[in-house]
């Protein structure tokens, strides 16, 4: 009988303690995307782009891209993001002889770190404002480029995330797609332009 009820005892003990450890979910995942939006100008005369497909933009213009996030990530610490565009202009001679003339292939990065799950804004889908130089050459033969890269440090144990922005959702441009591991989370992501 003591043995009997010693033994309900631990079952008991045991489903209390398996059932209060299943509450506190310690997992970590780096976020989910859509892809891209973005728009052009200066506050607040800002002008949408259209979505889907491969964005046209003015040499000289304010690019403001957003990466937008399908499902936020969970229990990120630290978090990097990286944006370089990539784009082509015109490197011209100190003479008056246009043939010498050269294109060049420029790529210009901006880096923000931040606190994913620290702060207000942190888990907020990260926004790059770039600018395109009014010397960018147009290049109808090739899109130029805006690479975003993320880098999630995690906070909990972490687990594999492998959907993301995997086919194309004509309501977003560009692709993002998530990696992830259990000890680190990141993204990549193109984002597609061509300057008028």
Known sequence: MYKLLFTLQISLFTLLFLSSCSENDYSSFCPTWLGFT???????DYVQGKSGGIASVNAGDSLHITACQKERGRLINGTDYSWTVCYDTLDTKMNDDPSDDEIVHVQVSKYQHTNYDGYANGADDP????????????????????KFNAYYTYSGQGVMVETGNIVDNLSYNGRIVPQSSVAYGGAQGVFFFYVK
């Open 38 to 44: 973005y728009k052009t100008g200066s506050y607040p």
């Open 127 to 146: 926004v790059g404002h770039l600018l395109i130089p009014a010397n960018a050459v147009k290049m109808s033969f090739k899109p130029d480029t805006v």
